[in-house]
């Protein structure tokens, strides 16, 4: 695991910005996996000034998106397809069609998590996987006690989460009570890991992760078993290590 910590969230971003961008500049046909949340947001913002700023190309990149609620469809403002398209999609010049997130409201999802397993398998796979990481050790929308091993699948969201989320709709009963969610064994498969995490409200993730051995209570202690992974952490996270 490659640490690095920074500063302050504007540095996080910055520095998580730069680094993906570099790979997008070398690596035009990468292929993207992305996440939502508070975490990500700034580093979007940075990667688009990037984009005006150093023109990075994203013509040839391809995305997939960690999860997307069930009941939204991707116009619906708290969809994470509508998230993506304002935080970022839509200030750069990415290809639509090459911007994969579940559909939400695919009808049926079981189906749809099988289509989209299927999709990143015929497109190779993920290059690099950006994270967050949720405060009970959570990562896309896998909680704790999810197989490492788990495809893209529907999970019932909890309480927790669901109140975590409840700061972007009206009330908590708009939150949706259930998501598709890559699952672990399909975010592990990712030839490399960007996880960001910022915040004091994150210190005890973060310390438990750096001092926890890979169990599926923590699911984002699979992490210490991939080869390549990078964390990009601000001191008010990473103020619990010694
Ligand atoms: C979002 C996602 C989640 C978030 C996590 C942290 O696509 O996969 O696992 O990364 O809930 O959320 P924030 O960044 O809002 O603290």
Known sequence: ??????????????????????????FPFIKLGLATGGTPEGTYKKLIENHRNSRTSYRDVT????????????????????????HLFD??????????IPKGDAGDSEEECERYEKLLAENGGIDLQILGIGKNGHIGF??????????????????STREANARYFNS???????????????IMKSREILLLVSGEAK????????????????????????????????????????
């Open 91 to 100: 200030h750069i010049n990415i290809v639509p069609a090459n911007t994969h």
């Open 63 to 86: 995305t997939f998106n960690l999860d997307e609620y069930i009941g939204l469809s991707g116009n619906h403002p708290n969809s994470y397809r509508f998230y993506m398209k304002d």
């Open 172 to 186: 908590m009963e708009e939150v949706p009570s259930h998501a598709i969610t890559m699952g672990i064994g399909t």
């Open 203 to 242: 210190k005890d993730a973060f310390t438990k992760l750096m001092n926890s051995e890979p169990d599926e209570s923590f699911p984002a202690s699979v992490l210490l078993r991939h080869p390549n992974v990078t964390i990009i952490a601000d001191e008010a996270a990473a103020s619990g290590l010694k």
């Open 142 to 159: 896998n909680e704790p006690g999810t197989s490492f091993q788990s495809k893209t699948h529907v999970v019932p969201l909890t309480s």
């Open 1 to 26: 695991m490659n640490i690095k910590i920074v500063k302050d969230y504007q540095e996080m971003s910055r520095k998580a910005a730069e680094y993906i961008a570099e790979k997008v500049q070398r």
